[in-house]
């Protein structure tokens, strides 16, 4: 980071640096073009950056700074830590700077993500049976799914998770079904806050099971405790609802679509009589 008497131009370069490389580590699959798109976002960034750098560097030369230096250890390191407390009173500005810049950058990159995402969410829909397939080739979730499971998530028409950090850290997951024997709900909303040790369950839409199967959901739920995904559906407020939530949030949701095209293919013959699997395919 540049201390507080560097020119502008520079600093902006720095922000140009990290953004590109922020840009360049998202996800392949997850949107085309989303790179792209993040780096014209920096481009209209750098300007604002270059604005905020000049007004806290000339705020920062008009006042003076008094702060109590740390009492030395010893007479001969007096010199050293009086140096590391003017360095110290110099980077504060400049990281006031940097907070600001990037606030701005995730908030407007944000913005534009939304509107890949609403475009994914879009194609998905029209491809029918999308997130059962999602799903079940899921190496975790499957062995947590039955095949009853599987087929109430035929009826899944899109998967949406949204992260907030006001008034509290949170992730909400909403997931969305056409009309269907199982349930009358046609949203169903989980919410998890999100602290450093991990997912905790926060609010879950009551499920509203039909008349001819809720005795039989009620059943289930109670004659079976263990983690799996019936049971999340039902209620998450449980012990190891946590990891279901890591898996649709972390795994499932950034790129769904590496999960969509691992179908075991039927295999095809080749010369010499042997078979081969075929690519997979949409």
């Known amino acids: 980071m540049q201390a507080a008497g560097g020119a502008p131009g520079e600093e902006a370069a720095l922000f140009w640096v990290e953004a590109v490389e922020e840009g360049a580590a998202v996800e392949e699959g997850e949107v085309a073009g989303l790179g792209q798109e993040f780096q014209l976002l920096v481009l209209d960034v750098m300007e604002e950056v270059e604005v905020v750098a000049y007004e806290e560097q000339e705020q920062v030369s008009s006042e003076e700074h008094v702060h109590d230096h740390p009492r030395p250890g010893a007479l001969s390191d007096r010199p050293a830590l009086e140096a590391l407390a003017a360095l110290q009173l110099e980077l504060e500005p400049v990281n006031k700077i940097a907070q600001r810049a990037h606030a701005r950058l995730k908030r407007k990159n944000s913005q534009r993500r939304k509107v890949h995402l609403e475009h994914r969410s879009a194609i998905i829909q029209g491809i029918r049976g999308f997130w059962v397939e999602v799903f079940m080739n899921h190496p975790q979730m499957s062995v947590l799914m039955s095949k009853q499971d599987a087929d109430m998530l035929h009826f899944m028409t899109n998967l949406e998770v949204e992260e907030f950090r006001h008034p509290t850290r949170h992730c909400k997951i909403t997931l969305s079904f056409r009309r269907n024997r199982y349930f009358q709900n046609e949203v169903i909303?989980?919410?998890?806050?999100?602290?450093?040790?991990?997912?905790?369950?926060?609010?879950?839409?009551?499920?509203?099971?039909?008349?001819?199967?809720?005795?039989?959901?009620?059943?289930?739920?109670?004659?079976?405790?263990?983690?799996?995904?019936?049971?999340?559906?039902?209620?998450?407020?449980?012990?190891?609802?946590?990891?279901?939530?890591?898996?649709?949030?972390?795994?499932?949701?950034?790129?769904?679509?590496?999960?969509?095209?691992?179908?075991?293919?039927?295999?095809?013959?080749?010369?010499?009589?042997?078979?081969?699997?075929?690519?997979?395919?949409?």
Do not use: C
């Not at 499932?252 to 013959?269: E, F, G, H, M």
């Open 189 to 282: 909303v989980k919410e998890y806050l999100m602290k450093v040790t991990g997912y905790h369950a926060s609010r879950s839409t009551p499920v509203q099971w039909h008349q001819g199967f809720e005795r039989k959901a009620y059943r289930r739920r109670h004659h079976d405790s263990s983690v799996n995904f019936f049971n999340w559906f039902f209620d998450h407020n449980f012990t190891g609802s946590d990891w279901i939530a890591e898996i649709i949030i972390r795994d499932l949701w950034p790129n769904p679509l590496q999960y969509y095209v691992w179908r075991k293919a039927a295999p095809r013959k080749v010369p010499g009589g042997r078979e081969e699997p075929d690519p997979p395919s949409f």
